[in-house]
């Protein structure tokens, strides 16, 4: 057990849709990440949050958006879903804000978009 | 080409076989991350490497800068070690994790 929850841990909707995903991260760990994995990109950096403000932003579309609030727990949002939003999606935490320490990943997300 | 690039994409091994798994990365980085993903998807950080090399149990992990490449070794292959071994780095400068393709280990009683 990581210390990382991550909910829903499966999900399935219909394009067009809009789902929020949730993260808490291990108990005293300030920066969460989170990651898309999908069949055919394999695993990209979406966005990272420290202690609430955004840090750095990777791959992430514009119909994507995520948040950290002050308790640390992180919601990834997904809005006008389409099929290829189909994926794993990935939180994991860092006591760190630099991406030099252990990271700590959730179970993961499974969405399914149809 | 991509940035970081692994091999081999799978691997089969018999149960007690020395296993290396290897990683090599074109773009200037801060640390080097060995994550395992086990078939039911969920990921576990097994090193963070930004020099020399660490041991933890059967697994050991190396890393030349020089060369820009790492390697995972596991000795003693085990039937629990199949997963998919997926190299990462971190990009000097940058918070951006990049990930290569992952290798996928089989080892067979």
Same mark, same amino acid.
């Not at chain 2, 003693?76 to 199949?82: E, L, V």
């Given at each position: 057990d990581s210390g990382v929850t991550q909910t829903p841990k499966h999900l399935i909707t219909a394009t067009g849709q809009r789902v929020t995903l949730r993260c808490s991260p291990r108990s005293g760990d300030l920066s969460v990440y989170w990651y898309q994995q999908s069949l055919d990109q394999g695993l990209q950096f979406l966005i990272q949050y420290y202690n609430g403000e955004e840090r750095a932003k990777g791959n992430? &579309? /514009? $119909?994507f958006s995520a948040q950290q609030f002050p308790d640390l727990h992180s919601e990834l949002n997904l809005s +006008? &879903? /389409? &099929?290829?939003? =189909?994926a794993l999606y990935f939180c994991a935490s860092s006591p760190?804000?630099?991406?030099t320490g252990e990271l700590f990943f959730g179970e993961g997300s499974r969405l399914t978009v149809l | 080409k991509n940035e970081v690039e692994q091999s081999p994409q799978n691997l089969t091994a018999q149960e007690g076989e020395f296993i290396t798994i290897n990683c090599s990365y074109s773009v200037g980085i801060s640390a080097l991350h060995w994550l395992q993903q086990h078939p039911g998807g969920g990921i576990v950080s097994l090193f963070m490497l930004s020099s020399g090399k660490k041991k933890h149990g059967r697994l050991i992990a190396t890393i030349n800068i020089q060369e820009k490449h790492s390697s995972l070794h596991i000795t003693? +292959?085990?039937? $629990?070690? =199949?997963a998919v071994y997926i190299c990462a780095v971190t990009q000097g400068g940058s918070e951006k994790l990049v990930f290569g393709k992952g290798t996928k280990l089989t080892v067979n009683p």
């Open positions: 992430i &579309l /514009e $119909r +006008s &879903l /389409e &099929l290829g939003d =189909s760190r804000w630099k991406n | 003693a +292959s085990h039937p $629990r070690d =199949s």
